[in-house]
């Protein structure tokens, strides 16, 4: 019985690995995109990209936080990471930049590992 639970606790730290590891990228592309965003001319009629990247970032460094610690609100927290994601995703792919388009297929990829460790045992 004991192996058994320590090869269930280590396929759950590696599932935890990797969506840390998705989760904390995105935040960081999230800030660095909004940094590139801000270096551009004009670029004032992107508030709502802005802030979308800024809510983005912050709930991926929420919920990996909550995930890191394995409190019983972790999966609460990435459900709402992963629809702010898909939302901040799916804005960024409608700017033709290419900062934009990248930023845009990793937070939607952050929305699909977020959604798959809502659906995991």
Same mark, same amino acid.
């Given at each position: 019985?004991?192996?058994?639970? #320590?090869?269930? +606790? ?8 990797? $969506? ?23 670029? #004032? ?13 912050? +709930? ?6 909550? +995930? ?10 990435? #459900?709402?990471?992963?629809? +702010? ?32 460790? $809502?659906?995991?045992?």
């Amino acid at each position: 019985m004991y192996h058994t639970m #320590s090869h269930h +606790i280590d396929q759950s730290h590696m599932s935890h690995h990797r $969506v840390l590891k998705t989760i904390q990228n995105c935040e960081a592309v999230c800030e660095f995109t909004e940094y590139s965003i801000l270096q551009m001319e004009g670029s #004032s009629h992107r508030r709502e990209q802005l802030r979308l990247l800024r809510d983005c970032a912050d +709930i991926c460094t929420l919920t990996a936080k909550y +995930i890191a610690r394995c409190s019983y609100f972790a999966k609460s927290i990435a #459900s709402l990471c992963a629809q +702010i994601c898909e939302v901040c995703g799916n804005h960024c792919l409608q700017h033709p930049d290419e900062q934009s388009q990248r930023c845009g297929q990793i937070c939607l990829h952050c929305a699909q590992e977020c959604r798959n460790f $809502v659906m995991s045992a």
